[in-house]
C-alpha cells in the first residue's frame, strides 16, 4: 500500500513532465483509497519539476536497500 508522503519510483517515462523511469517522487495525495496518486518530483536542491497524478502503474513503493541515481535535468518542453 503506498500512503501520503512515501517515496515512489516512476516506472515510466514522462517526457513531457521532463521525467524518466527511475526518478524518485514523493506521494502527496492518494486519490480514492489507490485508484491515482498526486507525486511530486524535485531536484537535489528542493526546485520542484512537476506534481503529477499518475496512475497505480506508473509508481511504485521505494524497496529498501535501493540506492537513488542523479541525472541531470533536461529542460522540460511545454
Given at each position: 500500500?503506498?500512503?501520503?508522503?512515501?517515496?515512489?519510483?516512476?516506472?515510466?517515462?514522462?517526457?513531457?513532465?521532463?521525467?524518466?523511469?527511475?526518478?524518485?517522487?514523493?506521494?502527496v495525495?492518494?486519490?480514492r483509497?489507490?485508484?491515482?496518486?498526486?507525486?511530486?518530483?524535485?531536484?537535489?536542491d528542493g526546485?520542484?519539476?512537476?506534481?503529477?497524478?499518475?496512475?497505480?502503474d506508473?509508481?511504485?513503493?521505494?524497496?529498501?536497500?535501493?540506492?537513488?541515481?542523479?541525472?541531470?535535468?533536461e529542460?522540460?518542453?511545454?
Open positions: 500500500m503506498i500512503n501520503e508522503l512515501d517515496r515512489v519510483i516512476l516506472t515510466s517515462d514522462l517526457p513531457e513532465e521532463g521525467l524518466a523511469t527511475g526518478d524518485v517522487g514523493a506521494v495525495h492518494v486519490y483509497g489507490g485508484a491515482g496518486y498526486e507525486v511530486e518530483f524535485v531536484t537535489l526546485e520542484t519539476v512537476a506534481v503529477v497524478t499518475l496512475k497505480p506508473q509508481i511504485r513503493p521505494a524497496a529498501r536497500r535501493e540506492i537513488p541515481h542523479a541525472r541531470r535535468l529542460p522540460a518542453v511545454r
